[in-house]
Every structure is written in structure tokens, then in C-alpha cells.
């Protein structure tokens, strides 16, 4: 009975120090207004290597990019009988194939109507008001930029840009773009806890994605400008030319951060305090 | 020469977005990474200072209530608290809901601005002149602060260099539609990550004007509230800190809000925010700059707080710029590449939080299907900027002219809030 007695001094042997608090805070999640991010210097730096690997391949890929572009445009425009006359056009370390085609020419009553009916649309636009706000603006912009081309055109007579300067644009703009997205993109990689390969491969994504994207879409304006007139052409440029390149890199970086958000919500410990 | 010109404001436009860019870099990175700035809750045991409580309303019948009802619920001690709420010329039950509160509470002392000046200014005015106290909180009406809010805000006051302090303002009605989700999206990104980056680098936090507060004395010596302005909140902030007060923000205060539900009501709210912001811009720009009280660091993020809505109608101007030079015929493609692409980043400007400043508050808030939702800012970008332009416009007019501007009151939606 005596042994039974004292059994409990001999399972609890006295602690030497006091239990960290350490375990606590790892079970308990900071409130938000207190949470950090795991992220490092050291980490946000690794982006730096991942941004030069996407730019060496972009330049040493850029030229068969450059060409597909072009061919992919051509073939399109042959299946719509647009008549086009490639030309080469040396340009930093590549030569892209701009191209000459077909543009209809509006006479003076077409750019008047055009005129007419874009600020009428407008007009109505901003009266009618059962479309949400940003669909109106957006529309509106489209129709304001096409009308403010028919007027140029109108007032002097022809664009800045005939088909082959616009089409020189269309390449150039797609080589700097390939060009400056993964800096862009890098610059967003960095600020997140994301790994090397996880940084590394939304640039590659965001900038893969864009090479399909210019390609059908320069072969597209071909299309639309050899059936209609340069009327569209500063809306085709202004609205779906850079700004479009842009928007998927967003698209992108939501879907990386859902990731980051289930590896913390999996990792609470991870949460930094204050 | 036209053209020379044209090409030089799109690199000037485009600039102006790359020192954004690092300066919201910057505020990211210091607020997901580095320590961060303690608030003063923790100051459990100190002395509770006695409050007065000032809730400007103007036909806030269908969200009065529940702001009432969540002061008197406060855990702060009765005997410490003056509420006074404002009826600023009301033609709706307000008037009649606030005499109803004061019958049974003692500690409710409102207001009734029959005639006479309005707007939340005026209305600020009238209420200092009769508050009791020194520390003054202020709410707007459709705010709900929670059981521990008025203790949280006002324990930053017992040091004696805090002249006003802000709390974080989160919407409450965020499953509404697009709009409220997209409007709360960008409330995380201004509060979460921007006001707490800059209150972590003692930079030029902002008093809010809607879940803050500020010594009453120091506000009746500085002359009060500026009648002429819709920016009661921006105006304070600077000449705070102009006059070597300091200014806090305690991401810990939480408040509830309701955002605009309409596209309409949310156009009217953001161009009177740019209207008296931009209008605190021109009045103060001058004296912030020449300012012996600030770092330079301080003045330099003072001005371009002040600027912010002034940013929209630029790159409102860089796209019309950008479509007369494709005219011609000389659009220069590296900065329209740059220019486009911060367009897209630079989506949200109600408290100009750009996408990865946003993408970074959710994170921090644990959110996870909402992130999705941040390619939609794109969407709010033409309607923000046309609003923001529109109020920057009216500034301009207001500044040149010295005119009073009318307060375009935000429709509130609290009835179909709580049929809901």
C-alpha cells in the first residue's frame, strides 16, 4: 500500500525548467491583423535566376516564336483571300516577317456613318443604363476610339499606320512583351512564399501562354483588317493588343496564390507573429 | 514637336506608375515579411479615458439602428461614453429613431441640424463645440463597430503625441453581388497591407474619417473642420501632420461597413472621395513640402497620398494620348507595353491598391476562393478611373472658384440589408 502511495512522486519527476510557450503559438492561429507571410530575402531573391532562365529562352526562342506568328497570319489570311506580301524587317537580335495586306478603303460617308452611330451608341449607352457601369465604359471606350479614327481618318486622310507598319508594330510589340513580362511577373513572384519551381514556373506559364496568344491574335487582326478597313485598327491595338497580354498574367497569379493559400491554411504554423 | 510632346507625357504617365509601383512594392513586402509596429490594445490594465462619440447622419434610417444598437451594446463603461449622433436635415425616420435611443439612454445626446449649413463637416463642427470629452471617436452611420472597438481606438490616446488614430474598415456586405465582393477586395489590400505598411515604417498613415478618432482640443485649435471640403478625413490627416502630431492605425479595430451596392451609388461616393481629395491636394501640397515637423521620407509619401487621385485622370490621359499618337502613327511601343500592363495591375483606386497589394491582404486574412476574384479589379478600371476624373474635375472647379461643394450622400442599402 505504502509503494502504491508514493507511485505518483515517482512518475513525476520534477520538471528542471519551466514548458516553453513555443507549442502554443503554433497551435494558435494569429489573428489576422497580426499574421506574416513566410517569405525570406533569400527566397524573393531565388526570382531573380528563375527571371533569367525565362529571358534566355525567350531570346532563343523568339525568332522560331516570330516566324510562326507570321506564318500562322499568312495562312489565315490566304483562307479569307486576303492578298499579303511578306517582307523581312531586322530588329534587335531576330528578323521578323511583317507583311503587306489588303485594307478596304472607306470613303467619306462610311467614316460620317461610322461617326454617327458610334456617338449615338454612346449617347445611348449612357442613358440606358440596365448594363453594368464597367461594361458601358468599356464598350463606350471601343466605340469613342473607333470613332475618333474614322474622324482622323476624315480629317487627313489616311492612319499613321498602313498594314505593313502595323503589322511590323504587331511583331515588335509581341517580341518586347515576351520580353518584359517575366521582370513584370518576377516582380509579383518575388513578393510571395512561393518555391523556386513554383516562381518559376508562373513566369513560364504566363509568358508560354502568351506566345499562342499573339500568334492567334495577329492573325486575327489580319483577318478583320483585310475584311474591313483601318477604322479598327487603334481599337484593335489600344484595347486587345498589350492591355490583352496582360490581363492572363493576373488570371495566373490568383490561380498560384489559391495554392499558397492551401499550403498555409495546411501549414498554420507557418503564420508569423508580429 | 506635337508628336515629340505626346510621347514624352506617355513616358511621364508611365513614370509616375513605376514610383507606385515601387512604392507599393515597398508597403507589400514590409507588411507580408518584416516585424510589425505594436498597436496600444494591449495596454490592459491602463486607465480608460472618457469618449465622446460622434455619428454624422443625413437619412440613415435604414442603417442607423443597427450603429446604435452596437454602441450601446460597447463593452466601454457607460459613464465614460457621450454619443451624439448628428440628424444633419434628415427627411427620413432618422430624426424620429435617434429621439427614441436618447429617451432610453442617457449616455445618447443627439442632435437635430434643422436648417443651416450640412454635410459631414458642418455636422463634425456642431457636434465638437458640444462634446464633453477629449478623445472624440467618429462613425459614420453605417458602420458597425464591435463590443471592444471604442476601447481599442481609444487607448491609443493615452500617449500624448497621438493626435488621431484609424481603424480598419471591413465590409459587411461582401456577398452582395460582384461589386461588394470587388469593393472588398480592395478594402484589404488599402487597410490589411497599405495602412499597416505605412503606419510599420512611420510613414503617413490615414485618418479614415469613419472608424477613427482625434483629440478634440487639438482639432478646435487647428479652426475646426474646413467647411469648403468633402475630404474632412484626408484634410485632418495632413494638417496633423503638418503640426507634428502623430497619426496611428490600428489594424487590431476592426469595424463593419456597408460598401455601395450600385454602380451609381458607388460612382457618386468615389467621385466626392476624389472631389475633396484632390481638393486637399492642391490646398495642402504646398505647406506639407515646407513642413519643419516631417522626415522627407514622410513628405514624399504625404505627397503622393495626396496625389493618388490625381493618378486616374493620367492614365486616363495616357490612353487618349496613346490613341492620338497610333493616329499618327508614332506610338512608342515600350512604353505602351509598360503602360499597359501597370493599367492592369493598377486596377483598384479607391485606396489604390494595386493587384499583388490586394492578392497579399487576402492572404494575410486566410481567404482563399476570393482570390479568384482578382482578375475582375481589371473590370473596375474604366469605371474607377471615369469617376475618380470626373471628382478630380469638380476639384479643380471647387479650388479655382472657392465654391462649396453639395455632399452627394452614398445610397445605403440597409433595408434590403435587412430583409435580406
Known amino acids: ?274 | 514637336m506635337v508628336v515629340t510632346l505626346l510621347q514624352t507625357w506617355t513616358w511621364v504617365v508611365v513614370a509616375i506608375m513605376v514610383v507606385y509601383a515601387f512604392r507599393h512594392w515597398r508597403f507589400t513586402w514590409n507588411r507580408i515579411s518584416a516585424r510589425q509596429r505594436p498597436y496600444y490594445q494591449d495596454l490592459l490594465d491602463s486607465e480608460l479615458p472618457p469618449v465622446s462619440i460622434i455619428v454624422p447622419m443625413h437619412n440613415e434610417a435604414a442603417v442607423a439602428k443597427k450603429l446604435l444598437d452596437s454602441l450601446v451594446d460597447s463593452n466601454y463603461p457607460r459613464e465614460l461614453l457621450d454619443v451624439i449622433p448628428v440628424d444633419d436635415q434628415s427627411g427620413d425616420a432618422t430624426p424620429a429613431l435617434v429621439y427614441e435611443y436618447a429617451q432610453q439612454y442617457s449616455f445618447i445626446q443627439p442632435i437635430y441640424n434643422l436648417q443651416g449649413e450640412r454635410g459631414k463637416a458642418a455636422a463634425l463642427n456642431r457636434a465638437l463645440s458640444l462634446a464633453k470629452n477629449e478623445i472624440v471617436l467618429v462613425f459614420d452611420a453605417d458602420y458597425t463597430p464591435g463590443r471592444d472597438l471604442v476601447r481599442e481606438l481609444a487607448m491609443a490616446f493615452i500617449d500624448p503625441e497621438v493626435g488621431a488614430v484609424m481603424g480598419r474598415v471591413v465590409p459587411r456586405n461582401n456577398a452582395v453581388n460582384l461589386l461588394t465582393r470587388l469593393l472588398s477586395l480592395e478594402r484589404s489590400g488599402g487597410y490589411q497591407v497599405d495602412q499597416q505598411a505605412r503606419y510599420n515604417l512611420d510613414l503617413f498613415p490615414q485618418y479614415g474619417g469613419t472608424v477613427g478618432g482625434f483629440r478634440r482640443s487639438v482639432v478646435m485649435e487647428m479652426g475646426g473642420f474646413d467647411a469648403l471640403t468633402l475630404a474632412e478625413d484626408t484634410d485632418l490627416t495632413v494638417r496633423l501632420f503638418i503640426n507634428g502630431w502623430r497619426v496611428l492605425y490600428a489594424n487590431r479595430a476592426e469595424c463593419y461597413e456597408e460598401v455601395p451596392e450600385n454602380w451609381n451609388a458607388r460612382f457618386t461616393q468615389l467621385r466626392r472621395w476624389a472631389r475633396g481629395h484632390n481638393r486637399a491636394f492642391f490646398v495642402h501640397i504646398v505647406p506639407l513640402m515646407l513642413s519643419k515637423k516631417l522626415s522627407l521620407v514622410q513628405k514624399i509619401d504625404g505627397a503622393l497620398l495626396l496625389f493618388i487621385y490625381t493618378v486616374p485622370p493620367i492614365l486616363l490621359s495616357g490612353i487618349v494620348v496613346n490613341a492620338l499618337l497610333f493616329y499618327m502613327g508614332a506610338i512608342p511601343v515600350i512604353p505602351g507595353i509598360i503602360f499597359a500592363f501597370f493599367v492592369v495591375a493598377y486596377n483598384a483606386f479607391g485606396n489604390f491598391a494595386p493587384v499583388f497589394e490586394v492578392g497579399a491582404a487576402e492572404l494575410l486574412d486566410g481567404a482563399r476562393e476570393r482570390l479568384l476574384l482578382l482578375p475582375y479589379l481589371f473590370y473596375l478600371f474604366l469605371f474607377n478611373s471615369w469617376a475618380v476624373t470626373t471628382g478630380a474635375i469638380d476639384a479643380l472647379g471647387d479650388f479655382i472658384k472657392t465654391r462649396r461643394a453639395n455632399w452627394d450622400k452614398t445610397k445605403r442599402a440597409g433595408a434590403a440589408d435587412a430583409a435580406r
Not at chain 1, 196 to 211: G, K, N, P, S
Open chain 1, 1 to 274: 500500500m505504502s509503494t502504491r502511495a508514493s507511485e505518483p512522486n515517482v512518475s513525476k519527476p520534477t520538471p528542471s525548467k519551466l514548458p516553453s510557450n513555443r507549442g502554443l503559438r503554433e497551435i494558435i492561429t494569429p489573428h489576422r491583423s497580426y499574421r506574416r507571410l513566410p517569405v525570406t530575402s533569400t527566397g524573393a531573391l531565388t526570382t531573380i535566376p528563375a527571371v533569367i532562365v525565362v529571358e534566355i529562352a525567350v531570346i532563343l526562342c523568339a525568332q522560331k516564336a516570330l516566324d510562326l506568328m507570321s506564318w500562322f497570319a499568312s495562312l489565315v489570311a490566304a483562307n479569307e483571300h486576303i492578298a499579303t506580301r511578306p517582307f523581312p524587317d531586322p530588329f534587335l537580335f531576330v528578323t521578323t516577317r511583317p507583311m503587306t495586306f489588303a485594307m478596304r478603303h472607306s470613303d467619306w460617308i462610311e467614316l460620317c456613318a461610322v461617326i454617327v452611330i458610334c456617338v449615338l451608341a454612346v449617347l445611348a449607352l449612357s442613358i440606358w443604363t440596365k448594363i453594368a457601369a464597367p461594361v458601358r465604359f468599356f464598350i463606350n471606350l471601343n466605340l469613342l476610339l473607333i470613332a475618333g479614327a474614322a474622324l482622323y481618318l476624315l480629317l487627313v486622310g489616311r492612319l499613321g499606320y498602313d498594314s505593313a507598319a502595323f503589322s511590323t508594330l504587331m511583331l515588335r510589340t509581341a517580341l518586347f512583351t515576351w520580353l518584359i513580362m517575366p521582370i513584370f511577373v518576377g516582380l509579383f513572384a518575388s513578393l510571395f512564399p512561393f518555391t523556386l519551381w513554383q516562381r518559376l514556373l508562373f513566369i513560364v506559364i504566363t509568358v508560354a501562354y502568351d506566345v499562342p496568344l499573339s500568334i492567334v491574335r495577329y492573325a486575327l487582326f489580319v483577318a478583320i483588317l483585310g475584311k474591313t478597313s483601318s477604322i479598327a485598327m487603334t481599337d484593335l491595338y489600344l484595347v486587345f493588343g498589350p492591355l490583352l497580354d496582360a490581363i492572363p498574367i493576373i488570371c495566373f497569379f490568383s490561380l498560384f496564390l489559391v495554392q499558397v493559400a492551401r499550403s498555409l491554411e495546411e501549414r498554420r504554423a507557418v503564420w508569423g507573429w508580429l
